[in-house]
């Protein structure tokens, strides 16, 4: 298959790539392309411009800065993967990175790519709502947006088409006992979610919930923080009826739409299914069995 | 606002990447696919094209990404993007006329059945073999779910992996010299 004509743009700095986006208005930005390239190839998208930021340099790493995680531009599904900082402060991203397609995607493309493409089934958008991350955006000038307010719909988030998100910052997850799991439901090896749950929770001392997230997504236009649940469990020394509860709540909160992995009925399920379990194996983590 | 005109817009340019040792330098459209360069331009064609969406694994190649080899699928890579980059293909694995480790082992191990996902299974286990030198079986799985055996051949694949990778580990030389 091969995608319309366009012409490609390969600049050298962010400041660059930032003008060409305010000069070329029908351009994409191109970091690892595992969206992009195969919806240019089935004509789905057919830019006249790809800005491919691929060589600008600095814009792939991890770095611990106070009590954040930053996660760059051009960070690989991979990087993360095998990153023993992550897997160290933020296990449930090394989780939800092992479980996006295969190792050879993994390879290219990238947490920030993904997040800015907004794909209602990706798995990263459930982690950084779940992880109350800060999406750092560069156009004109800075502006950071929450995740909770970053996704809007399918496809679409507060980025303006001038716009790059250059970094996510995480905050680590903080107290005396704290479990953190991304659990995803697959019809296939490397498939889409038909659901993904991702779980962190914070514990006292007295075994009370002090900080809880949870993000859903694929169950729905846009990923979604399942804050209803998350009230359900917040403040309460958790027991499996509680959690059953909460797993009701998100599932409650799905909007699914039934396609070839499941009806709507059967995903609105799924997620009450996931999200227990989700937050069962969180628990576990922290070290508290229910 | 210097905006090309339309009849410029994507014209050819040209294109060096280094396959296998050997630098190869065409004219290209930004939209050729790195696929087509190795075999159409190349002439390298024991990169195979199966699905052509991202899924089968068919076209995967070996790509030095910031001086680490890592596997990548050449359908969803424009040939633009290796501009000076390195490139392994299945025709560069042997040397001096001796097979790679993961070749003799899919002979031996009757890794192959129609031959048509070979390369890009051998070049995924290689890459895979570069993250996890000492792999279970499973995880050897989990590094190749990313390539289709339409004969579903998977049982003598994943035995022909393990002996690669054990032949590998004996022998200390590194998946890619």
């Given amino acids: 298959m091969i995608p319309r004509r366009f012409e490609y743009l390969a600049p050298a700095t962010l400041g660059q790539a930032l003008g060409m986006l305010r000069k070329y208005r029908d351009a994409k930005i191109l970091s690892g392309g595992m969206s992009l390239i195969p919806m240019m190839k089935l004509r789905l998208v057919s830019p006249q411009y790809v800005i491919d930021i691929n060589n600008i340099k600095g814009l792939n790493y991890i770095k611990a800065v106070g009590n954040t995680i930053r996660i760059g531009a051009l960070t690989r599904h991979a990087d993360i993967e095998h990153s023993p900082i992550i897997k160290a402060k933020l296990p449930m991203l090394a989780e939800a990175a092992s479980v996006i397609a295969d190792q050879q995607v993994r390879n290219l493309g990238t947490f920030c790519g993904s997040l800015a493409h907004a794909d209602p089934a990706a798995d990263w958008p459930a982690t950084v709502l779940a992880l109350d991350a800060e999406m750092v955006i560069r156009g004109a000038g800075k502006r950071v947006v929450k995740a909770s307010k970053f996704f809007r719909g399918p496809f679409e988030t507060v980025l303006k088409p001038t716009e790059i998100l250059t970094e996510v910052s995480i905050p680590i997850p903080n107290g005396p006992k704290v479990g953190q799991a991304y659990l995803k439901f697959e019809r296939k090896a490397g498939d889409f979610a038909t659901v993904g749950v991702a779980s962190s929770i914070v514990l006292g001392k007295d075994n009370k919930v002090s900080k809880i997230g949870i993000g859903v997504t694929a169950v729905a236009p846009a990923p979604y923080k399942a804050v209803e649940a998350e009230k359900i469990l917040l403040g309460k020394e958790p027991t499996a009826e509680l959690v059953e509860e909460a797993a009701k709540a998100a599932a409650a909160m799905s909007d699914p739409s039934s396609d070839l992995r499941g009806s709507a009925e059967y995903k609105r399920e799924m997620t009450r299914v996931f999200t227990r379990r989700s937050l069962k194996k969180a628990l576990e983590r922290a070290g508290i069995s229910i | ?177």
Avoid at chain 2, 58 to 68: P, R, S
Avoid at chain 2, 111 to 138: K, W
Avoid at chain 2, 155 to 167: G, H
Wanted: glycine share 10%.
């Fill in chain 2, 1 to 177: 606002m210097a905006v090309k005109k339309a009849a410029e817009i994507g014209s050819k340019r040209p294109v060096t990447i280094e396959i296998n040792g050997t630098k190869y330098t065409y004219d290209v459209e930004p939209r050729l696919l790195l696929v087509h360069y190795i075999r159409e331009y190349a002439g390298l064609t024991g990169t195979h094209i199966g699905c052509d969406t991202t899924n089968c694994g068919a076209c995967t190649v070996l790509m030095d990404l910031n001086g680490k080899w890592k596997a990548i699928k050449s359908c969803t890579y424009f040939a633009v993007q290796a501009n000076g980059k390195r490139i392994i293909t299945i025709e560069g694995l042997a040397k001096d006329g001796e097979l790679h480790p993961l070749q003799k082992a899919f002979w031996e191990h009757h890794g192959l059945q129609c031959g048509y996902c070979t390369p890009g299974m051998i070049l995924a286990a290689a890459g895979y073999l570069m993250i996890n030198p000492n792999p279970t079986e499973m995880e050897v799985r989990h590094g190749i779910s990313g390539n289709l055996c339409r004969c579903t051949g998977y049982q003598n694949i994943v035995k022909a992996i393990l002996a690669a990778a054990e032949e590998i580990r004996n022998s200390g030389r590194p998946v890619i010299e």
